[in-house]
C-alpha cells in the first residue's frame, strides 16, 4: 500500500487550490480544491486501506501523488534511500569534478574578497600535470566538469584554452562526457571572449552586479579605481545571447528594496529581463581576512525573509524566478569524493572559502592524494544522517544538511547552519508559482500575436 510521503509539502495558493511540492522528487503541482479535499481524506485512510476499498477519484489521486512521489510504498524506508543515494554520490568516482583557479590575481578590489591580492599563475608544468592526472582517471570516467574560478579566471584565458582543449581531446578518445562552467566579474567578458568560451564548451557563468551601476562600482572597483558596471552590462548584452548567465547579487544589510529596484530597472533597459537569471548570494564573514564585513552581513535566518522579499521584487519587475529547491544528493564538492579545488600552485582544497590559504589544504595535485589528511576529512566526514535534526527534517533532500564548512569550524548555532530553504520555503512556493504563471501567460500572448501576425494577409 502507498503512504503519503514526509517530505511532501501543501502550500494554500488562490481559490482553494494549493501548490504541492515534494521535496524528495523536487515535483511541483497545483493541486485543485476538489483534489486538496480527498487528499485530506487519504491522509486518514493511508496506508491503512486496500487501494481497492477507495473510491475511483481517490484511486486515481493515489497514482497522480506516487507520480510525483508525494506517497511511495508503504514498505520503503525513504530516510534510508536517501542515504543510500548521497552514499552512491559520495563515492562516485565515474565523475570527477574540478574546480581550477589558474590565477588568484584579480582586476578587482572588492571589499569583502576573502583572496586579499593573491597573485600568481598555474606554470605549464602544472598545466601537464592535471592533464596527467585526468587521463589517469579517464578509462573509467563517464563524465568530467570543471569549474573556472580564481580571482578573475579570464586573466589565464590562455591556460583555459590549453587546459580545455586537452581535456575536450581526452573525452573523445575515453568517450566521457565534458561540461563546464565559470565564475567571473564579467569584465573581460568581451564577445571575442564569449565566442571563444562557447568552442571550449563552457556554457554557463556567473557574473556577480553587488547592486546598481552607483553602489557596484563603489563595492567592486577595479584595482585602478575606475568604474565597471557599464563595461560588465554591455558584455552581458551580448554574452546572454550566447551562454546561460547568472547575475548574482551579495546582499549584505546595506541593501534596501530600492537599491534592488535601481538595479532590476537598469537590466531591465538593457534588455537582459528575460535574458538572464537573477539571484541572491548571502555574504558572509567566511575567513579572517573578510571579517570587516562582519557586521554588515545577515545571519540565516534574517537573510531568508530578505531574500524573499527581493525575489518577490523579481516578480514585480517581469523577471523569472531561477531559484528552485531541487533534490540533491550532496551539498557540494565537499562531499565528493572525487571532487577537488585545485590553485594556481596545484594546492588541493575542499571548499571554495580556502582556496589560497596553504593551512587550509590537503595536499598538491602533484602527489599522492591523501584522503586521511586531516583537512580532506574534517569536510568530507559531514553526513546529514548522523545529524537527529536532519535526519527528521522535511527539507533534507534539498539541503542535505547545508554548508560542511559552517558546521566544521565556523562556531554558528544549529538554525545558522541550516540553509535558507528551512526559513523561507513556503513564501518561496508562493513566488515560483506566480513566477510560472506570469511565464505561461507570457507565452500564450506571445503566441497569440504570433498566430495574429501569421493571419495578417
Known amino acids: ?52 476499498a477507495l473510491t475511483p477519484p481517490e484511486q486515481e489521486l493515489v497514482k497522480q501523488l506516487q507520480y510525483g512521489l508525494f506517497a511511495c510504498s508503504d514498505s520503503e524506508d525513504e530516510l534510508e ?9 559520495r563515492y562516485d568516482r565515474s565523475t570527477l569534478g574540478m574546480t581550477i583557479a589558474p590565477t588568484l590575481a584579480c582586476n578587482m578590489a572588492c571589499e569583502y574578497c576573502y583572496e586579499a591580492n593573491k597573485k600568481g599563475r598555474m606554470s605549464a608544468e602544472l598545466v601537464e600535470t592535471i592533464i596527467a592526472f585526468v587521463e589517469k582517471q579517464a578509462p573509467g570516467l563517464r563524465r568530467v566538469d570543471v569549474g573556472w574560478y580564481g580571482g578573475e579566471p579570464l586573466l589565464a584565458m590562455d591556460i583555459i584554452e590549453d587546459l580545455t582543449q586537452t581535456i575536450i581531446d581526452l573525452g573523445e578518445e575515453y568517450k566521457f562526457q565534458y561540461t563546464s562552467s565559470m565564475i567571473s566579474n564579467g569584465y573581460l567578458l568581451t564577445p571575442e571572449t564569449v565566442d571563444r568560451l562557447r568552442e571550449l564548451k563552457i556554457s554557463v557563468i556567473q557574473v556577480t552586479l553587488d547592486g546598481p551601476a552607483r553602489i557596484h562600482d563603489k563595492k567592486r572597483p577595479l584595482k585602478n579605481g575606475r568604474e565597471n558596471f557599464a563595461v560588465i552590462l554591455e558584455n552581458l548584452k551580448y ?11 551579495n546582499v549584505d544589510k546595506t541593501f534596501t528594496p530600492e537599491i534592488i529596484e535601481e538595479l532590476l530597472e537598469q537590466l ?10 537573477v539571484y541572491f548570494g548571502q555574504l558572509e564573514p567566511a575567513t579572517i581576512a573578510c571579517s570587516n564585513i562582519a557586521d554588515s552581513c545577515y545571519d540565516t535566518a534574517d537573510f531568508s525573509r530578505i531574500e524573499t522579499a527581493y525575489y518577490q521584487r523579481l516578480l514585480d519587475y517581469g523577471f523569472s524566478i531561477q531559484k528552485l529547491p ?16 585545485i590553485d594556481p600552485d596545484g594546492n588541493l582544497y575542499r571548499c571554495f572559502n580556502h582556496v589560497g590559504d596553504d593551512t587550509r ?23 546529514p544522517f548522523d545529524e537527529p535534526a536532519c535526519r527528521g527534517c522535511d527539507i533534507l533532500p534539498i539541503c542535505m544538511g547545508g554548508c560542511p564548512d559552517r558546521r566544521a569550524d565556523r562556531g554558528m548555532t544549529p538554525t545558522q547552519m541550516c540553509d535558507s530553504w528551512k526559513h523561507n520555503l ?32
Open 1 to 52: 500500500m502507498p503512504k503519503i510521503s514526509r517530505y511532501s509539502h501543501f502550500e494554500p495558493w488562490l481559490n482553494g487550490t494549493c501548490i504541492a511540492y515534494n521535496a524528495r522528487s523536487g515535483a511541483v503541482a497545483l493541486m485543485t480544491a476538489e483534489n486538496r479535499d480527498l487528499y485530506r481524506g487519504l491522509v486518514d485512510k493511508l496506508p491503512a486501506a486496500l487501494v481497492s
Open 326 to 341: 531541487s533534490p540533491m544528493s550532496t551539498f557540494c564538492m565537499a562531499q565528493n569524493v572525487n571532487a577537488f579545488l
Open 426 to 457: 513556503q513564501p518561496m512556493l508562493r513566488i515560483i508559482a506566480q513566477s510560472r504563471q506570469q511565464q505561461a501567460q507570457s507565452a500564450a500572448r506571445a503566441q497569440a500575436a504570433a498566430l495574429a501576425t501569421k493571419e495578417q494577409p
Open 361 to 383: 589544504s590537503f595536499g598538491n595535485i602533484r602527489g599522492q592524494i591523501n584522503y586521511q589528511h586531516p583537512n580532506f576529512v574534517k569536510l568530507f566526514k559531514f553526513t
Open 81 to 89: 534511500s536517501l542515504k543510500f543515494q548521497h552514499n552512491l554520490a
Open 239 to 249: 554574452a546572454a545571447g550566447k551562454l546561460s548567465l547568472g547575475v548574482r547579487v
Open 268 to 277: 531591465r533597459d538593457a534588455g537582459l529581463r528575460d535574458r538572464v537569471g
